[in-house]
């Protein structure tokens, strides 16, 4: 009797499976319709891609019938979206096409575990907005701040936009496209990020873990902290008019972003990027670490990039702005910034020619302004195959003729050496002065 019992229990399971090949799914996963709610912790836990996709569906159930955002228990109690607080329990696989999560949540917590993309792929779809943000999440950070911490993303993604025609503004990073307020902590990204604006029609703020940190108002903080850091590839393949950075593509804060203390940001992870031969002339701002940092007056530090930099003009007219670390890095008038502790070891590779007279490149920082550099140290090597600048040195590339004064430190240094150590046109008082700090810093991979 018990052998039978054994033998129809194999059956039915082996009927289960072959319904749900039958059905095109990859795991039969029962359908959720409510989170687990950790009393204790006051937190929801999830373990599954499903779990993950059912924040979406949530979303979009509420919006269509213009809804307060909830998030429903598995006791059946609403939690109101500013207060939900998710922790991972287990490690996470999602494939497939993927919808970035619109639901706003109040903290984000890996708990140490692995979300890992196998080959998603987020598609731009032709008939929608203009504007788009793409990741794991759509955009993070309301109103009262997102907190995402212990959380290590992995795998590929790729963002298919063949089937738009109209331009558009996309920002993408495999944790969010956009974050506006809140806390970073100890995250790491090692996925691979590939785009192709084949059309010529896209603006591309694209990061390695966020496309767009934007801080915008005197209540709204952005706080990096610990290790943020990025380790994955990304191929934009071909390009017309992009920010790109290997940890941040775009950073616009007029709030306060705090990078200071007890962080470090790093990419180690190369950054492949080819250009249209007819894109227009616009500014593109490329960084190791951040693209373009606009912002008001602000310490940053502890920025470290180990990651190659490769550019193919195709002769285009457009503009290029190139660091080692950081693209661009200016304030928005003439308040000041206080970089501490800028570190490139790898190099910036340009196939094809400059053939913009504006283009400039520095082993740390491409353009810059307003700024009091301490520490900066570059170690990686400028290789041009084609023309190159007037405005090229081993550590600043071209000084901003609006943004007041800056002060180089004798703590900065080019160790490579091919180039001046920076290109000063503009500002009379700008100069090199002595350093009078004992500087602490661990430049290790």
Known sequence: MQQICKKNSIMKRIAYLIACLSLGLISCEEKVSALHFNEAEQVFEIGK?????????TFEIKDKNMEVQTLLTDAGKEIPADEVRIKLVKDIEISGEWTPIKFPVREFDGNGHIITFDGIRVVIEENSQGS????????????????????????????????R?????????????????????????????????????CTLWLGGLIGHLNSYGSEVEVTLRGKVVNEGNITVNPCSNADIGGVIGVVTNYGKVFIKGDVCVENKGNLTVQWKADAQPEHNCIGGVFGQFWTNETDIEHLHNWGNIRLDTQNTSATFEIGGVCGNLQPHNYERIYPLDLYNASNIEIKNNLTSEYSCVGGIIGSFGGCSFHRV????????????????SGLLGAESPIHGNCYLHSCCIDKVGDYPIWRIYYQRWSKQIPCEENHQTNHQK
């Open 132 to 163: 788009f943000s793409a990741g794991l999440f759509d955009e993070m950070g309301g109103e009262k701040g997102t907190v995402v911490k212990d959380l290590t993303l992995a795998g590929d993604m790729t963002i298919d936009a063949q089937k």
């Open 49 to 57: 891609e499903s779990e993950l996709r059912f924040l979406n569906e």
């Open 165 to 201: 025609e109209d331009s558009y503004i996309l920002s993408v990073g495999s944790l969010a496209g956009e974050f506006k307020n809140g806390c970073i902590e100890n995250c790491t990204s090692k996925v691979d990020i590939s785009f192709a604006d084949n059309k010529g029609i």
């Open 377 to 392: 140290i570059n170690e990686g090597r400028i290789v041009l195959s084609g023309k190159g600048s007037e405005y090229i």
